[in-house]
């Protein structure tokens, strides 16, 4: 007896077929190291960025570009599509301060291109998904609507990894502060000037306030005031512990002040705020962890308790 497949199962297996065949050899294609050269107009973007394109809406080739192995025209097809997709969905202020506080400011378009990544593999995802559906013959009218929710999954999904990434540079960088406040005042008492201080700090530190740092002393040696770039890092990074210090450090440097006592002070006000974070946060994981004690264990014990004797009763016992 000669089984009939049908069409739309025909058309599903093609796709599943097609699709790994595709992916497959994109991963090939993606190994070759003539493609993914960087042309002399990319390497020299970055440099120039401030003066070609303030508003951050072009989109550079960085490296790990998914679409870095494809040659030719799918390539300018791709980067295309990637800054009408920035120009559409546009930027945000909240989007731009996420993008500074991971470190990479002025990267919106990027930013966007990434997220339209994600989106087509989520809606790659869901279309896999749904010719799994109807290969399986268990296909109904909903999930039609798979490619479509994978794309906004994917670049939601983008968008939460930024945030989190985000939040969790700011909580390592306000870690760092009581440590390089008193290394800075540490130097101080030692005779060094203010902006040597910082210097020797970005250069001898490996954190993530430190390369905060390392990007102040460039704006410092290509012309503007410590003050100014201390201030310009603080409205970057919007850490409300560095946003106090630095204030504080800024007016001491204009009054001229004890600096010295300043940072030790607030060295000393920056360890407090971690300690009362510490225990704010420990109090939020105690409640969390009455969860699997009160949904978990306690329903266990319980049942425990109880099932002997609702045995005994069944028994006649």
Not at 65 to 71: G, I, K, S, V, Y
Not at 252 to 267: D, M, N, V
């Amino acid at each position: 007896m000669v089984r009939v497949i049908p069409a739309t199962t025909e058309l599903a297996l093609a796709i599943l077929l097609g699709g790994g065949l595709g992916a497959g050899m994109w991963c090939i294609s993606a190994t070759l190291p003539s493609w993914r050269t960087r042309t002399l107009i990319q390497r020299i973007a970055p440099y120039i960025r401030d003066v070609t394109d303030r508003g951050g809406t072009t989109l550079p080739n960085l490296v790990g570009d998914p679409t870095a192995a494809l040659a030719g025209g799918i390539c300018s097809v791709w980067h295309r599509a990637q800054n009408r997709f920035a120009r559409f969905i546009g930027g945000s202020e909240a989007l731009e301060r996420r993008l500074a506080q991971i470190g990479r400011g002025g990267e919106v378009a990027s930013f966007r291109g990434q997220q339209l990544a994600w989106a087509l593999a989520g809606s790659g995802a869901g279309l896999a998904l749904a010719a799994v559906l109807v290969a399986a013959g268990r296909f109904t009218t909903p999930g039609a609507l798979l490619p479509i929710v994978g794309g906004v999954a994917g670049a939601v999904a983008r968008d939460v990894v930024l945030t989190s990434r985000a939040r969790a540079r700011i909580v390592r960088i306000e870690e760092e502060l009581p440590t390089v406040l008193e290394f800075l005042a540490l130097c101080l008492a030692a005779g060094e000037g203010v902006y040597r201080s910082v210097r020797r700090v970005a250069g001898t530190g490996s954190g993530e306030l430190t390369r905060e740092l390392r990007a102040v002393v460039i704006e410092v040696d290509t012309g503007s005031s410590l003050a100014d770039a201390l201030t310009a890092m603080t409205r970057r990074l919007q850490a409300p512990v560095l946003t106090r210090a630095i204030d504080h450090t800024v007016a001491a440097i204009e009054r001229g002040s004890p600096l010295a006592e300043t940072l030790q002070a607030q060295a000393a006000d920056a360890r407090e705020d971690a300690k009362r974070s510490l225990i704010e946060t420990a109090g939020r994981k105690e409640i969390l962890m009455m969860i699997p004690l009160v949904f978990g264990l306690l329903p266990l014990s319980v049942l425990f308790a109880i099932f002997p004797g609702i045995t005994m009763l069944r028994l006649g016992f």
